[in-house]
């Protein structure tokens, strides 16, 4: 069962809806253009609130929300919590939900492409984590975004190394200065496995930017965000889109 209702804001619309039990936003901008429109997924928290804003400054693109419970969506395999939750290891299915059910509706409802090169996986901190292990589950999306990614998380420099990726695949990792310098130990070590996802995913041949950011981990997300989706842009909608 599909429910939604429409608003307009700024340069374009958004449309809340419910999709398989999940409260979703997609923002569509205005006009369109010529063909399909590339699609940026993006996996945080608070995105329905924001995504009008960060499109103000991004080429026409389609931008979906799907609400995610983190402890549980965005972790590939279970893992002890950090404090008292407990890392559930869920991912497949959220991942299922997006590639299964949210971008073919994206594409009947809203006019998504189904081009893989136009379609972009970002997210933040858990979200951060899925996003780069989707890269070796899917091959739905050809860009993928980790934005002060939990690469700390137990493990998950082993799959790195062994995941096989599509060719043409591109990645964006960033990180505050400042990340690897509090909390508790494992969190610490959330810079030296960001360098090394660097370092094994350029090892696999596939080109990969690396931006740092002032701060630690809550300082400056939106603008984060907004430094991801203009990289993301800039990819999905150079000439030759569909």
């Known amino acids: 069962m599909i429910a939604g209702k429409e608003g307009i804001h ?8 419910s999709l398989q039990g999940r409260e979703c936003a997609c923002f569509v901008p205005n ?5 399909k429109l590339p699609v940026s997924v993006l996996c945080g ?5 924001k995504m009008p804003g960060f499109a103000v400054e991004l080429p ?7 609400e995610s419970e983190g402890n549980r969506d965005f972790t590939p395999w279970p893992s002890p919590g950090l404090r008292e939750e407990e890392f559930t290891g869920e991912a497949v299915g ?27 996986l970002l997210g933040y901190s858990l979200g951060g984590l899925f996003a780069l292990w989707a890269a070796g ?51 610490r070590t959330v810079g030296e496995r960001t360098r090394e996802a660097v370092s ?12 740092w950011n002032r701060g630690g981990h809550g ?14 842009g800039g990819r999905l909608t150079q000439s030759g889109s569909h």
């Open 10 to 17: 700024m340069e374009g619309r958004m449309n809340l809806f």
């Open 31 to 35: 006009g369109g253009i010529k063909g």
């Open 45 to 49: 928290w608070g995105m329905k609130d």
């Open 60 to 66: 026409p693109m389609l931008l979906f929300f799907a």
């Open 94 to 120: 959220y991942l299922s939900f997006l590639t299964e059910a949210a971008l073919p509706f994206l594409e009947e409802k809203f006019g998504a492409t189904a081009d893989r090169d136009k379609r972009a």
């Open 137 to 187: 589950q899917t091959e739905a999306f050809g860009r993928y975004a980790s934005l002060s990614g939990s690469l700390w998380y137990e493990g998950f420099a082993g799959y790195l190394r062994e995941m096989r990726l599509s060719n043409g695949t591109e990645f964006y990792l960033s990180l505050g200065d400042r990340e690897e310098f509090g909390g508790p130990p494992l969190l």
């Open 200 to 211: 094994i995913l350029s090892g696999k041949g596939f080109a990969v930017t690396m931006e």
């Open 219 to 232: 300082k400056g997300v939106d603008a984060r965000w907004k430094k991801a989706l203009h990289w993301a």
